[in-house]
Nanobody, 124 residues
Framework: QVQLVQSGGGLVQAGGSLRLSCAASGRAFSSSAVGWFRQAPGKERSFLAVISGSTGSTYNSDSVKGRFTISRDNAKNTWYLQINSLKPEETADYYC?????????????????WGQGTQVTVSS
């Protein structure tokens, strides 16, 4: 069974940091692009960042540039999202997703595997 299992969410004060993890099992995702999204209550799921499986190149949404960093550990089949300088309005469920075609994209529909989500709550 193919799974993306997330961990690392929680409660943090404004200005704080968290590192989210996304571990893959059931198949190798080394050639897949892996992205991160978030969904706040009552809002659509929005793109944050993506990392290419083939080149390791990364692309961030303008809203998180300079504060969020996506990375990977191929040996562990795990991807990470380091999130810094968090703001209360960034309270949301955060999701990782894999695009097995390997294309780096911000389109939700392109991703065919999704993690279960992890909640991040930022207090003011």
């Amino acid at each position: 069974q193919v799974q993306l299992v997330q961990s690392g969410g929680g409660l943090v004060q404004a200005g704080g940091s968290l590192r989210l993890s996304c571990a893959a099992s059931g198949r190798a995702f080394s050639s897949s692009a892996v992205g991160w999204f978030r969904q706040a209550p009552g809002k659509e799921r929005s793109f944050l960042a993506v990392i290419s499986g083939s080149t390791g190149s990364t692309y961030n949404s303008d809203s998180v540039k300079g504060r969020f960093t996506i990375s990977r550990d191929n040996a562990k089949n795990t991807w990470y999202l380091q999130i810094n300088s968090l703001k209360p309005e960034e309270t949301a469920d955060y999701y990782c997703a894999a695009d097995s075609s390997g294309k780096t994209t911000n389109r939700r529909s392109a991703y065919d595997y999704w993690g279960q989500g992890t909640q991040v709550t930022v207090s003011s």
